[in-house]
């Protein structure tokens, strides 16, 4: 059996709970096929899935090899900065180096898929990352990482254990409902002090980013986030539309005045590539997050483009792109690399 012949037959073990297979998620890191024996390494921090995939492999291969060895890659881990919780006193997140907010002015722009996507590849980098959704009036990142039945779970220390997929651990106010469709009907101070007892309460254990996906428009609670965080900064997202660079616009100006950091600006829904004709087409208008970036002298983080695949896959609650799509995924490693400049 050759390398190819494996690697067809490693396509039908699904990743648990996801449609995909784990060749297409690419957490094969190393195959080693010899006449007598295989060896694969797997490349995946989560232990259920570790556990579920190397009970797979010898079962499919049993009477193919004499020798099976499914090894777990080790993850490099980066321990490159500093903690931040000097800075602040009463800091709510003193396990997190660093702490980013994904904002927007307005919603429907990306804000929680580029959130989760950003804290993927930021996780793929080997950093340790938390991600709080802190959408409390419609979470979509337990869907986006197929999470959304999970309800919350504490500790012997009676603390919250978030869920972890792809190396990130999640938290959302999404875990706290009977059902996703279940709206909160919560007043925004209960929904503070919600946001305050995920970081406070949560056992996130020591982060290198706790990434925040804040809700949009909800001024008070990004407000308070804001106040009660020493943040690294804020990542804003937006399309090139006028309407939604008009809220980004707001948004510069509150991190202004809250005096922090804006990292750059993310142009969601860019563009659109015909897939059929190969044609460009500029559904939202052109330019608009380039001449916000001009105006307050910000960074043009990425322009991603309206892709077909990046709604069905959140939709689905499959695993998001920033894993499978090289396009997308070049996308957010540039993210990366323009806010890792800044550390
Ligand atoms: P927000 O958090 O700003 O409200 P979401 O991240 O929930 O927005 O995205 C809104 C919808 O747009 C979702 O269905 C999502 O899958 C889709 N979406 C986001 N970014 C893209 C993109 N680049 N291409 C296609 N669909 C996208």
């Not at 050759?2 to 709970?17: A, C, M, N, R, S």
């Not at 492999?57 to 321990?79: A, G, M, Q």
């Not at 106040?227 to 980004?248: H, M, R, S, W």
């Amino acid at each position: 059996m050759d390398k190819q012949q494996v690697f067809k037959i490693l396509e039908t073990i699904t990743y648990p709970d996801f449609k995909k297979n784990i060749v297409e998620l690419k957490l094969i890191d190393s195959l080693h096929v010899k006449p007598k024996s295989l060896h694969v390494k797997i490349n995946t921090d989560n232990e259920n899935a570790f556990n579920f995939i190397a009970r797979a492999i010898p079962k499919l291969f049993k009477n193919d090899f004499r020798d099976i060895e499914v090894e777990k890659k080790l993850k490099e881990i980066r321990n490159s900065f500093e903690y931040n919780s000097t800075k602040k006193t009463n800091n709510k997140a003193p396990y997190a180096k660093k702490v980013i907010v994904i904002s927007s002015g307005k919603g429907g722009v990306g804000k929680s898929t580029v959130s989760t996507n950003f804290a993927l590849s930021l996780a793929q980098e080997g950093y340790k990352v938390g991600l709080l959704d802190a959408n409390v009036y419609g979470p979509s990142i337990p869907r986006i990482f197929g999470i959304e039945n999970e309800k919350l779970q504490w500790n012997d220390k009676n603390k919250i254990i978030p869920h972890e997929n792809f190396d990130v651990k999640v938290m959302s106010t999404g875990f706290t409902t009977p059902t996703n469709d279940n709206p909160l009907v919560w007043s925004s101070s209960v929904a503070i002090s919600t946001l305050m007892r995920f970081l406070e309460n949560v056992e996130w254990g020591e982060l290198d980013f706790l990434v925040i996906d804040m809700p949009s428009k909800a001024t008070d609670i990004q407000l308070n986030m804001t106040k009660e965080l020493p943040l690294f900064g804020a990542i804003l997202v937006t399309t090139p539309q006028i309407l939604a660079c008009d809220d980004v616009n707001r948004s510069v100006m509150m991190f202004k005045d809250l005096h922090v950091k804006i990292l750059g600006i993310v142009e969601n829904m860019s563009y659109f590539i015909a897939p059929d004709t190969g044609k460009r087409y500029d559904i939202f208008g052109k330019d608009g997050a380039k001449n916000i970036c001009e105006k307050y002298n910000l960074t043009l983080l990425s322009q991603i483009p309206l892709d077909m695949s990046i709604r069905e896959m959140s939709d689905d609650g499959e695993v998001s792109v920033a894993l499978i799509d090289e396009t997308i995924k070049k996308s957010y490693k540039k993210i990366v690399k323009k806010v890792l400049e800044e550390v």
